[in-house]
């Protein structure tokens, strides 16, 4: 069973802070790797994508990524109270092509307070 | 506007009597996907599509049925609904068969089953 693993939250950070989302998955084979931000009755959008070792930085955020652990996470910096939503962490596992074989992870909640 | 358009958006109905819920992009993607969304649960796809007349089994298809006669269009059957089919839909589609490809997610259908 191909899994991928979120704490489910919630996670409270103060307004300002660095907040830390992270995900572990269970397949080795996993090629790339996207975390969803999903705000409260809303669908999902795509704020990042990684495929490399290390971390790749948008604006605010920066994913990392390590295949060896199996791990990847989404750092926030100077955390917003519009940055509150539901984290999902999506895994890729890359044969057959495409998003046929996109996981999701159960989500991370995350509460920035003013 | 570049969308997936979902219909409805909420949904009442009695077991066993069939339904669709249609999905439209006009991004010209190629690949396109249903998912269902329950608490705890997270995101789980329910069927996706490759490309015209090309459907494929995710992790929960059972109860449920599509179709891909044209690009644009993948809508999402229930033929005989029951209660635990109560859920939140979302559609998706991505332009291509590539990984990195990134999600592209409707509104969402929230589908009550008595």
């Known amino acids: 069973q191909k899994e991928v693993e979120q704490n489910s939250g919630p996670l409270s950070v103060p307004e300002g802070a660095i907040a830390s989302l992270n995900c572990t998955y269970s397949d080795r084979g996993s090629q790339s790797f996207f975390w969803y931000r999903q705000y409260s009755g809303k669908s999902p959008e795509l704020i990042m994508f990684i495929y490399s070792n290390g971390d790749k930085e948008d604006g605010r955020f920066t994913a990392q990524l390590n295949k060896a652990s199996q791990y990847v996470s989404l750092l926030i910096r100077d955390s917003q109270p519009s940055d509150s939503a539901t984290y999902l962490c999506a895994v890729n596992l890359g044969y057959g092509g495409s998003q046929g074989n996109l996981i999701f992870g159960k989500g991370t909640k995350l509460s920035v307070k003013p | 506007e570049a969308q997936v358009t979902q219909n409805p958006r909420y949904l009442i109905t009695v077991t066993g009597k069939k339904l669709t819920v249609t999905c439209s992009q006009n991004m010209n993607h190629e690949y396109m996907s249903w998912y269902r969304q329950d608490p705890g649960l997270g995101l789980r796809q329910i069927y996706y599509s490759m490309n015209v007349e090309v459907t494929d089994k995710g992790d929960v298809p059972e109860g449920y049925k599509v179709s891909r006669k044209e690009k644009r269009n993948f809508p999402l059957i229930l033929e005989s609904p029951s209660p635990n089919q109560t859920s939140l839909y979302f559609c998706?589609?991505?332009?291509?068969?590539?990984?990195?490809?990134?999600?592209?997610f409707g509104n969402g259908t929230r589908l009550t089953v008595t």
């Open positions: 998706a589609s991505s332009l291509n068969r590539d990984d990195n490809s990134p999600l592209h």
